[in-house]
Each structure stands twice: as structure tokens, then as C-alpha cells.
């Protein structure tokens, strides 16, 4: 692997790493997404990233569970290959928003303990509801603005 690309690996490793991931998991994530072939056998990966085969086995199963990769089989070939999936975040924002809903009613609970005590003593749970309120009721619709502008992307090309 050549420098800069070394180094955009890397860098996605350490956005993966910030996040809460394995940064092994960032690497093989960032490799899928520029290699040429796009899909890779866990051997391949191995090599490309430098890590060990028991590593690429715990993190691609990581990143299929995540729906960030997906298994690619070849006809005529007996390897597993595997792939990034483009829509894999687009679903992890979609799995945060049932988050962000399942978070109310805790919330609601909480304030509901803390009723009849003052607004400073309430005031952090209470902008904690809402900012998950919030996100809860715009995600869907920013995601569907996203699908729409790709679908418009999508038509534009075919023309």
C-alpha cells in the first residue's frame, strides 16, 4: 500500500477509533472503500492492512453485524469476499433514531422523579429530553432529503 493511501486508512481508523469503534475495524472499512477490486478476501485483507487473521475474522464479523460491509460470493469462487456497503451508515442513522425515541420515556421518567424540584435541578435532564426530541423528530426527515437528492443524483446520470 503506498503512502497516501496508508495514511487515508489510517486517518478513517482514527474517525472509527473517535467514535467507539476498534480501529482495526476503521482500517479494514477504509481499505474496502478505495481498493481496486472493491471486494477483498479476508486473506487479502490481511495483508493490505498488516493485521492478523483472527483480527480480520472478529472485525469483518463486527462490520457485517454493523451493516457496514457486506459478503460478496463470486461465482466460480470458493473464497468469501467482502465489500463496504454504501448504505450502512445511511442505516446507523436510521438505528440512532429509534435510539434517540427509546431515550424519551427514560427521560420522562426522570423528570417525573425530579417533579416538584427547581428548574436548576431539572434543567439537565430536561435539555437532555429534549435535544434527543429533537434529533428523534428531524433524523427521518433529513434522511429522507438525502434519498430524495440521490435520487435526483441517480436520474441525472442516467440521462
Same mark, same amino acid.
Given at each position: !500500500? ?56 472478529? !472485525? ?100
Amino acid at each position: !500500500m503506498d503512502a497516501p493511501l496508508a495514511q487515508y486508512v489510517e486517518d478513517v481508523a482514527l474517525f472509527f477509533e473517535a467514535g467507539g469503534l476498534p480501529r482495526i475495524a476503521g482500517r479494514i472499512f477504509a481499505y474496502l472503500l478505495v481498493s481496486d477490486p472493491p471486494h477483498r478476501t479476508a486473506a487479502e485483507l490481511a495483508e493490505a492492512i498488516g493485521a492478523s487473521k483472527g483480527s480480520i475474522s472478529t !472485525m469483518t464479523r463486527l462490520l457485517l453485524n454493523a451493516g457496514l460491509i457486506e459478503r460478496v460470493a463470486i461465482p466460480g469462487e470458493r473464497a468469501t469476499y467482502f465489500c463496504a456497503d454504501s448504505t450502512g451508515f445511511e442505516r446507523r442513522f436510521e438505528a440512532s433514531t429509534a435510539t434517540l425515541g427509546a431515550f424519551l420515556p427514560i427521560a420522562d421518567r426522570g423528570l417525573a422523579l425530579l417533579k416538584g424540584e427547581s428548574a436548576e435541578r431539572r434543567r439537565p435532564l430536561r435539555e437532555l429530553r429534549e435535544l434527543h426530541a429533537f434529533f428523534h423528530e428531524e433524523m427521518p426527515r433529513l434522511l429522507e432529503k438525502w434519498r430524495r437528492q440521490q435520487k435526483k443524483k441517480a436520474k441525472g446520470k442516467t440521462r
